[in-house]
């Protein structure tokens, strides 16, 4: 138990030291040394020291959701947005449970999150107190770390050690459970000045004769390519700089991953657009037939590699990553890296420029022909109508509008989140938030939150669908109560979408549950919660109508009925090779259901 | 999915693989729970602080796999923030492995003579005696406590406790 025989005489000219503080005050001053800013939260009985202390400050801006998952996705905006990490706060019990989806999420696509959670009183735990939860236990698996602080003098200490493990190495999230009895216990506030954790030390630079190696390898292909994943928009702008750098220098062509969206410009002749099951068919025919691949801060995920005994059988493959348990877990590589991405980019552009590596290069001309083959068969294709509004047309046209205005999108999961992936265009990282490890529906409208309480100004726009959206519609509640001009563009088709995709194509098209019943008037809903709500269904209104969202200074959900039956393409079927891509009207037949053809 | 069958088709192992982890609340069940989420085995897991500060504790597990499952399960383990040290003693060199066994055998006459045999003859003391039974105390490589256990059974073997492998790298070099 925490010592409380308190030093409370000792002078107080020193400010860090001898000054008897509780628990609750501890956490505010060391998050404000910590430079922390806002905090996403919402009270309840085991946080109540730490709401009144927030009550008693004005340095720390605290957002109130309306649902805990709602938090952890906002800071998850937060911290993809501004790099920093984000900060959450819930009470013990139902709030630490609600926020479990949001922890899985960030851990999953290793977003920097502290998350300091209520907890019941030293005595009570393990009596089954009233919203006691096993919050250490139930988080383990779903968090980089996580500590329950028994003692009040460690509180320091653990805030800053969690910030310390939460950002470096892969990134990820960190709980800090708090008893109430130690937010309210007083205690000397002192840190032990120690290193930020005793032990753990992740490797940021990687060894110079496996980037030497890499670099050789790299000049020696004849079909080389660069396939980067979020591990370069983890490791800062910079490493986006440096890939641009590198890809640019050796005249590589490069693919990116749901996630790495941004981290190499979109709108660059070298960039052939996002790979996996709904990647581009020239990123993916590129990625099996290339003779040498750098890996970069991606994890050869399932939804990448497709069958993974036809993954890119020839190639030699070099993997770069902070996680050493990235390395080898799915796909066998040539030359590993335990690198930050940022450091190795650094370090293969001196090896390149030193041993003139662009001098021992083969010719590429052969490769980028075969590739602008690949690229003629325009992959992204589809038939458009004058009768309803195909979604892809609306994100050409949506995409069109935020040209050159640094829109932050954000989206929720489903056929929507792949076309905004396919059609939405990143010249810059931090600028795309996308459940990609965990798929969360729901994550996108307070993820968009996040990011528009960090940046005011810009255009924070949430790419949302039918179903996601009512996972967590409640935050319309915060966008209102703050005011936030977060832009919510419905792609409505009255489906769960990509559920109802694959019934058609798995299980002749018994589309079991996937149906958007009894939707709300999405138009009357927002202006309930006082918001401007707005609809369109006729293609020629279309543009008009996406202007005024954009152009309306403050929160506008436009809900943009889309055509209902449209499938997502390209697409690698589950279980088939790269270069077993299906295109739009390929192999599959659409089902001829005139109804269901019909728009709203 | 398992995560131990997922991968490669190769031949499996056995590796014992010993951890050195910060002393606190949790952490053996941050080592148990990544077995368990990921789908690896555990043949055998023993845990002890090991330094007289009792800052660290050894962990010492038996598990199997593919050479690629058995090379993730020293990643993973080395990735949790209270690991400091993971060290996979079946290819880094030589290495001796202890496990002890309590033996409990009930009977009278021939059967009990002959156990009492066979028990001076693998070295096993008796660390309990009533009437009609022993229990013995056996140290030694897993396969010899086996082969002990084996012949105990038709001898009137009641019950088993064992403690799992511990194990330490043979010369003078610490992990
Ligand atoms: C929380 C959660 N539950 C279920 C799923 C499975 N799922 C993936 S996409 C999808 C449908 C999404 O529908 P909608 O938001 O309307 O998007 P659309 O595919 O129609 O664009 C579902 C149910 C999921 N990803 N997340
Ligand atoms: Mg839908």
């Not at chain 1, 790495?260 to 590129?286: K, V, Y």
């Not at chain 2, 982890?21 to 023993?46: C, K, P, Q």
Request: aromatic share 6%; with cysteine.
């Amino acid at each position: 138990m925490a010592s409380t025989d308190l030093k409370e005489n000792k002078a107080s000219d020193d400010e860090q030291t001898g000054t008897a503080m509780s628990g609750a005050q501890m956490i505010l001053k060391a998050l404000t040394d910590l430079g922390v800013d806002t905090i996403f939260g919402y009270p309840g009985g085991a946080v109540l020291p730490i709401y009144d202390e927030i009550f008693k400050q004005d340095k720390i801006k605290h957002i109130l959701v309306r649902h805990e998952q709602g938090a952890v996705h906002a800071a998850e905006g937060y911290a993809r947005t501004t790099g920093k990490p984000g900060v959450v706060l819930v009470t013990s019990g139902p709030g630490a449970t609600n926020a479990v989806t949001g922890l899985t999420d960030a851990m999953l696509d290793s977003i920097p999150l502290i998350c300091i959670t209520g907890q019941v009183a030293r005595h009570l735990i393990g009596n089954d107190a009233f919203q006691e939860a096993d919050t250490v236990g139930i988080t383990r698996p779903c968090t980089k770390h996580n500590y329950l602080v028994k003692e009040t003098e460690h509180v320091p200490d653990v805030i800053y050690e969690a910030f310390y493990v939460a950002t470096n190495g892969r990134p990820g999230p960190v709980v800090i459970d708090m008893p109430k009895d130690v937010q309210i216990e007083k205690a000397e506030y002192k840190r032990s000045g120690h290193q930020e954790h005793r032990t753990y030390r992740p490797q940021v630079d990687g060894d110079d004769a496996a980037l030497r190696k890499a670099a050789r390898a790299i000049a020696a292909g004849v079909r080389p390519i660069i396939y980067s994943g979020g591990g370069i928009i983890n490791a800062g702008p910079e490493a986006s700089e440096l890939l641009t750098e590198f890809a640019k220098m050796a005249g590589i062509p490069v693919t990116s991953t749901l996630m790495g969206l941004g981290g190499f410009p979109a709108s660059d002749h070298q960039f052939l657009g996002m790979l996996g099951m709904h990647g581009t068919w020239e990123a993916n025919h590129a990625m099996h037939d290339c003779d040498v691949m750098l890996a970069i801060g991606a994890r050869f995920d399932d939804r990448v590699t497709g069958r993974i005994d036809a993954f890119s059988p020839g190639s030699t493959k070099i993997q770069v990553d902070i996680d050493l348990s990235s390395i080898n877990k799915n796909v066998a590589v040539d030359i590993p890296i335990i690198a930050d991405a940022a450091s190795a980019l650094r370090s293969l552009i001196k090896i390149w420029k030193e041993e003139k590596l662009s001098a021992n290069q083969p010719p590429l001309v052969a490769w980028w022909d075969q590739i602008e083959r690949w690229r003629m068969k325009n992959c992204l294709s589809y038939t458009d109508s004058d009768k309803m509004i195909m979604p892809q047309k609306a994100l050409e046209r949506l995409q069109h509008h935020i040209e050159g205005k640094q829109a932050i999108i954000a989206t929720e999961v489903g056929q929507h989140q792949m076309w905004a992936a396919q059609f939405l265009k990143f010249d810059k990282p931090n600028h795309w938030l996308t459940s990609g490890g965990l798929g969360t529906m729901g994550y996108g409208l307070p993820a968009a939150i996040g990011a528009q309480i960090a940046f005011p100004d810009r255009l924070c726009i949430d790419v949302s669908g039918d179903a996601s959206f009512q996972m967590n519609l409640q935050e319309l509640g915060t966008i209102s109560q703050y005011n936030l001009p977060v832009k919510i563009f419905i792609m409505n088709n009255e489906y769960m979408g990509m559920v109802r995709q694959w019934q058609d194509l798995s299980y002749d098209g018994r589309r079991s549950h996937s149906y958007s019943d009894s939707l709300p008037d999405f138009e009357k809903l927002a202006e309930a919660y006082g918001i401007k709500g707005m609809s369109v269904e006729d293609p020629a209104k279309l543009d008009e109508t996406i202007k005024e969202m954009i152009e309306h200074d403050g929160p506008v959900l436009l809900d943009c009925r889309v055509a209902k039956i449209e499938n997502c393409f390209p697409m690698v079927p589950a279980g088939a090779a790269h270069n077993e891509m299906l295109l739009a009207g390929d192999v599959i037949d659409k089902p001829k259901d005139d109804e269901a053809l019909a728009v709203v | 999915m398992d995560g131990a069958n997922m991968k490669e088709i190769g031949p499996i192992a056995r590796h014992t693989i010993s951890v050195i982890v910060d002393n606190e609340a949790g952490v053996l069940a941050r080592v148990i729970g990544l077995f368990s989420g990921r789908g690896y085995n555990i043949e055998s897991l023993t845990v002890s602080t090991v330094d007289t500060a009792h800052e660290t504790s050894r962990i010492t597990v038996v598990t199997s796999g593919t050479r690629m499952v058995i090379e993730q399960i020293k990643a993973q383990l080395d990735r949790l923030v209270p690991v400091h040290k993971v060290a996979d003693l079946t290819i880094e060199g030589d290495y001796v492995s202890r496990d002890l066994a309590l033996v409990k055998v009930a009977g009278v006459g021939e059967k009990r003579v002959e156990a009492l045999r066979l028990a001076e003859a693998f070295r096993a003391q008796v660390v309990d005696a009533s009437r009609d039974s022993f229990v013995f105390e056996l140290t030694g490589a897993a396969n010899k406590l086996d082969a002990f256990v084996d012949l105990m059974s038709e001898l009137g073997l009641v019950e088993v406790a064992r403690t799992g492998a511990v194990a330490l790298a043979r010369g003078s070099d610490a992990l």
